[in-house]
Structures are given as structure tokens and as C-alpha cells.
């Protein structure tokens, strides 16, 4: 938040409604600019000349950074479903002010506009019902987006089934590969892609006519 340093009363001089954002409104003193508002912020001062003490200034600009980081919040996950902490990263990269996060993140979950556990259940969801990745990758994804092992482990075993048939598909999608002439180099193929060793050993024999 930007602080504004007064000796006396800030006088607003001149108060012009905003041409890309008619809800805002850009204040000035003396001629000089010195911050924004929106329509209900400002109403308790009125839309002409006023005078104003350095501490409810202060509140008057604080309440249009949150509001504004909040607008610029929304259209971040209006793109696309996202995790608090997709949320909370987006905020850093744009430099708002680290004291107001929580309270953006308080606001978007009060909108419906996040819910983490949402979003772990119906990323679990797509990712094995229509990718071919092993769990191990797919939970190293969800930690990028900052959800624990415990969070991710709660839900994974409801998947075990199909992500068998996915290692099943994996497999044979790449028999005719130049990986499959290897056995061991199909091993490490499907580690790569995210399963547990246990699980190609418990699958991957029946494919070939050496002995496991």
C-alpha cells in the first residue's frame, strides 16, 4: 500500500469521473493527482470539492488498492479454475501488497471463485479419466499448486483401478515402439510418466514372453 504523508488536511480540488472505468474516479489536489475511487468509497465525501484528514485519506487509498487488486484477482480466475496458492503466487508476481492477500483470498472463497478442495477433486478426476500419467506425477503437479501429500493421498486410493487400466493403455499404445524391444527401457519409460514401480511389475509381464 502506498503511504501518503501530509503536514495538514488534504483538500480535494478537482474529482473527474475515470473514461475507461465510469465506477472510478480520479482525485486531485491543486492540480496534482494524488490516487483514485470508486463511486460507493467516495460517496461519503461527495463527487466535488472536499476536504479530507490524512488518516481517512490513508483508509480511502487502501480500500481502492484492495479493491483493485481484488477486480485484477477476479479476471486471473475468471480464465481458468485455480488454487489459492496460484492465487497467492499471481498476487507476488504483480507486486500487491503481501498484507492484503489473505484478505483477497478470504473474498474470492466467499465469491465461490476458489475452492482448492473442489479443485483437487476434479483435477484427480480429469487427469485419470483422460490422461495416461501415474499418479507420482500427477501429485508432484498438485504440490506445485500447493496442495499437501496428505491432501493428495486422502483421495488418490479412489483411483487405483484406473490408473492400472491407464499403465495397461500406456503400455500398449507403446508396444510397437522402439522403447518396448527393451523391457527395462519400457520400465524406466513408465516410471517417467509417473507410476510406481510395485504396479509395472505387477502389469508389465504379462506383455512379454520372458519370465518378470
Avoid at 488418490?156 to 524391444?181: F, G, H, P, T, V
Wanted: hydrophobic letters at 35%; aromatic letters at 12%.
Amino acid at each position: 500500500m502506498v503511504n501518503y504523508f501530509c503536514e495538514v488536511d488534504m483538500k480535494i480540488t478537482k474529482v473527474i469521473q475515470q473514461k475507461n472505468d465510469p465506477n472510478r474516479f480520479s482525485l486531485f489536489s491543486e492540480g496534482q493527482y494524488v490516487g483514485s475511487a470508486t463511486v460507493e468509497n467516495l460517496s461519503p465525501y461527495g463527487y466535488g470539492e472536499f476536504e479530507i484528514s490524512d488518516e481517512d485519506f490513508q483508509k480511502l487509498m487502501d480500500q481502492d488498492d484492495f479493491e483493485k487488486a481484488l477486480s485484477r484477482s477476479i479476471k486471473y480466475v475468471a480464465r481458468a479454475m485455480k488454487t489459492s496458492k496460484e492465487v497467492r503466487d499471481y498476487l507476488y508476481k504483480h507486486k500487491i501488497d503481501p498484507q492484503i492477500h489473505d484478505q483477497i483470498i478470504e473474498r474470492l472463497e466467499d465469491l465461490g471463485l476458489i475452492d482448492d478442495q473442489r479443485y483437487l477433486e476434479m483435477y484427480l478426476e480429469e487427469k485419470f479419466s483422460y490422461g495416461l500419467d501415474g499418479s507420482m506425477k500427477i501429485k508432484n503437479k498438485l504440490f506445485l499448486k500447493g496442495f499437501s501429500s496428505s491432501q493428495v493421498d486422502a483421495l488418490l486410493y479412489k483411483y487405483r483401478d484406473q490408473e492400472e487400466e491407464n499403465l495397461k493403455k500406456l503400455i500398449e499404445n507403446n508396444m510397437n515402439s522402439s522403447r518396448a524391444k527393451d523391457k527395462n527401457k519400457m520400465i524406466r519409460f513408465l516410471m517417467n510418466k509417473g507410476y510406481h514401480y510395485g504396479m509395472i511389475a505387477d502389469i508389465i509381464g504379462s506383455y512379454y514372453n520372458n519370465d518378470w
